[in-house]
């Protein structure tokens, strides 16, 4: 089952994988980083189809999808 790995510390927040999910389980965290961004996450990693637009579409290469 694939599984979205965030780095929580790259991210910037812009939002781009939130937009490119087909799932709609990537949001913005309620939380800050230590650079004062809102990263992104998942919601349910369970309904994951591992398609991996969310770590294409994120300039700060912050995604990652383990299989």
């Known amino acids: 089952m694939p599984k979205?790995?965030?780095?929580?510390?790259?991210?910037?927040?812009?939002?781009?994988?939130?937009?490119?999910?087909?799932?709609?389980?990537?949001?913005?965290?309620?939380?800050?980083?230590s650079k004062g961004y809102r990263p992104a996450t998942v919601t349910d990693p369970s309904k994951c189809i591992g398609c991996a637009l969310c770590a294409k579409t994120c300039p700060d290469v912050a995604i990652e999808i383990h299989k």
Not at 6 to 33: H, S, Y
Request: proline residues 7%; positive net charge; aromatic residues 6%.
């Open 4 to 33: 979205p790995v965030f780095n929580e510390e790259r991210c910037k927040g812009c939002e781009l994988c939130t937009r490119a999910c087909p799932k709609k389980i990537v949001v913005i965290a309620d939380r800050f980083n």
